[in-house]
């Protein structure tokens, strides 16, 4: 379980999260909605560790993550994360790209982490790719690569931080695929996304985030159907 | 006019000489750019870093190693250090110099690379439980020497050349060193010195082909 309390995070004067809320049960997808700047990436690197917060606490499965104490290293080996940009390690094949951290930080053998590479390469349909480097690779494919790296440490959660974004709208299709065949196998999700079907169709709970603020949390039904707050109805006409 | 008679074969003869001179030529240069290389990667993080502790002695090194000349730089290792009692021999003054000259100047092209290298690149080996040292041996560095890399080898031929300038502290085993031990025997000036040009340049060209040979065997994307 994922438990955010009350997380207050700044850069400089400037307050991007005040004072969120929100807790994620196993097997729970939560897309995460909202403008630019609204804080919803930010909250997906302080979930991480990637940011450290200003005060609140965020806990994943009872490990409080800002903690001093805490391994983060360790801790980061649950949750998967994928972000907009793909980055892909140019340097190293797609195989390699996804054995590198369950060889170096999880400690299996070559064989062992290319058998799990392989298998989530090939649940990402990237079968075909895997001595092929990531430059020769499209934008979808680099991306698909990139959850399959994420996914080759067994995480427990997967954070996806607008991970269709940068792509060609031809390519966000089988990005978005791949994503409700994870949600559909039970992983517990963080999608932050600008794909509106997407979080219509597989999330369980919508959250609308304005201005550092969870302005507005619901099935999607609600959300998209019966907004409560003025800016979610805003937001939402916008996109449309 | 010209009376000169060129005497190619006094020289040739002295080849087998001059050749065990090339090899202390490339012993000096390769140790000097693998020690060099080392001391390079960490003056350029800590050139980068945030702590004055680290960056401002970081920034000194380079200063000092890219504005004053390669004469002075092993001059001081040989004879400035003898002021304070340390004693290196013609051969150590000359590996210290060039490794001084080369940290210097590698440590800016490699600071470059870094700055080449996105952020983003930790953060995605970082978010994948890696740490911070992890994530620069196996994310950034590798990416960091390709970017580097042919203004590497240039740093090579150039060490290579500068070893010459070690005949200045007394050293004598080296191609220069030979040369001209053979030259004060015989003064076949010309013939010597330029057999010697010969071999530095066959030395720095067989350089750079072994390094296009590496590149293409190292990088592949």
New interface residues.
């Given amino acids: 379980m994922i438990e955010i309390e009350n997380v207050h995070k700044s850069f400089g004067a400037l307050e991007v999260l005040k004072g969120i809320n929100l807790t994620v049960d196993k097997g729970e997808v939560v897309s995460v909605i909202g403008g630019s700047g609204s804080g919803k990436s930010t909250l997906l690197t302080c979930i991480?560790g990637?940011e450290p917060i200003n005060s609140g606490r965020i806990l994943v499965d009872g490990i409080e993550v800002h903690a001093k104490t805490t391994d983060l290293?360790?801790l980061?080996?649950k949750i998967?994360?994928v972000?907009q940009?793909f980055?892909a390690?140019?340097?190293l094949t797609v195989l390699e790209n996804v054995t590198?951290?369950p060889r170096?930080?999880?400690g299996l053998s070559r064989q062992e982490a290319e058998e799990i590479a392989v298998k989530h390469l090939t649940h990402v349909g990237l079968a075909e790719k895997l001595n092929v480097?990531?430059?020769r690779l499209s934008g979808g494919q680099q991306q698909r690569m990139?959850i399959a790296?994420?996914l080759a440490?067994s995480p427990d959660y997967m954070l996806f931080d607008e991970v269709t974004s940068a792509l060609d709208p031809q390519l966000v299709g089988e990005v978005l695929d791949t994503l409700k065949m994870l949600a559909d196998e039970g992983m517990t999700m963080i999608c932050v996304t600008h794909e509106m079907s997407f979080a219509r169709d597989v999330s369980n709970r919508v959250a609308f985030f304005h201005k550092g603020v969870m302005a507005e949390i619901g099935p999607p039904e609600q959300i998209f159907g019966n907004a409560q707050h003025e800016e979610t109805r805003k937001f939402l006409s916008s996109v449309r | 006019m010209f009376e000169y008679t060129f005497q190619w074969r006094q020289a040739f003869r002295a080849l087998p000489q001059m050749l065990d001179g090339a090899l202390v030529t490339m012993q000096i240069a390769v140790l000097s750019m693998v020690i060099g290389v080392t001391i390079a990667v960490l003056l350029a993080v800590a050139r980068n870093a945030h702590s004055p502790w680290l960056r401002w002695p970081a920034t000194a090194w380079v200063e000092v190693a890219r504005n004053t000349p390669a004469l002075f730089q092993i001059y001081m290792a040989h004879f400035g250090l003898g002021s304070f009692g340390i004693y290196l021999s013609p051969y150590v003054a000359l590996l210290a110099g060039i490794t001084f000259n080369n940290a210097g100047y590698l440590c800016e092209t490699f600071r470059g690379a870094l700055r080449a290298i996105p952020a983003t690149q930790v953060r995605a080996g970082r978010s994948l439980g890696m740490g911070q040292v992890m994530a620069f041996r196996l994310i950034v560095l590798p990416q960091m020497f390709r970017i580097a890399f042919l203004p590497t080898t240039n740093q090579m031929v150039w060490a290579i050349l500068m070893t010459s300038l070690g005949v200045t502290v007394g050293m004598s085993t080296d191609l220069t060193g030979v040369t001209q031990d053979l030259n004060a025997r015989t003064f076949r000036t010309f013939e010597l010195f330029a057999l010697a040009g010969a071999l530095y340049y066959c030395i720095a060209k067989a350089v750079m082909f072994a390094a296009r040979l590496a590149a293409w065997r190292l990088f592949r994307y």
């Fill in positions: 991480n990637l290293n360790k980061r080996r998967g994360i972000f940009q980055n390690f140019p340097h590198l951290a170096k930080v999880k480097y990531p430059g990139a790296r994420a440490m």
